[in-house]
């Protein structure tokens, strides 16, 4: 059964290659877009990296509620610069090699991608519990690298950073964990060098 978070089967999925080459580049494109007034809470935003023989760079994928897709679409049309890929179903514009690119974005999840946006993300600041992780937000497992099947207690205190980025895994959104001083955990990735988008949090 899935959570009333998933997007799977639930919102149509707009894949977009904007020319970004990393991660943080993405993920400041991905806040960018999420400021344009047609996306509405709820979203899930997600990062793909990619390499065919003529570049290599990060691809993005926004699933939206399907009632806003026609405006989150007209929206990213006019947000987005020259150049700039985009993909919805059988719709594409752009070069033929970015809507190439943003098709593959946009069919990735709920199989795979880094999520950057989600539901219940504005909740992780600070530290939090497995418990308000799992029950405030669309993350719906936590794996332990190294321990894969250690049992999480409820109140075990997660140290966000702020910065937790949790990856689809076979339609389960799964945030990857390490071990962190007196006993607490932290998300695998950390923010590098300093969290993106400060402003955005």
Not at 141 to 156: I, K, Q
Request: aromatic share 2%; glycine share 8%; hydrophobic share 45%.
């Amino acid at each position: 059964m899935t959570s009333p978070h998933h997007a799977s089967g639930v919102r149509p999925v707009i894949g977009v290659d904007a020319g970004t080459a990393s991660l943080r580049e993405a993920d400041h494109l991905i806040h960018r877009l999420l400021d344009r007034p047609a996306v509405t809470e709820g979203a899930f935003a997600c990062t793909h990296l990619f390499r065919t023989d003529e570049r290599r760079g990060t691809t993005v994928s926004l699933a939206v509620p399907r009632a806003d897709v026609d405006a989150v679409w007209r929206e990213l049309l006019k947000a987005l610069p020259e150049g700039t890929g985009l993909a919805l179903a059988d719709r594409g514009h752009g070069p033929a090699d970015a809507v190439d690119a943003a098709r593959l974005a946009a069919a990735a999840p709920p199989a795979s991608g880094r999520a950057v946006v989600y539901p219940g993300v504005a909740h992780l600041t600070g530290t939090v519990t497995v418990a308000d992780l799992l029950d405030r937000t669309a993350v719906e497992r936590l794996v332990v690298l190294g321990a894969p099947d250690a049992p999480l207690p409820p109140g075990t205190e997660v140290l966000t950073q702020d910065h937790v980025r949790p990856e689809w895994r076979d339609g389960v959104l799964t945030l990857a964990l390490v071990p962190a001083a007196g006993g607490r955990l932290a998300p695998f990735e950390v923010p590098n060098p300093t969290p993106c988008c400060a402003d955005h949090a």
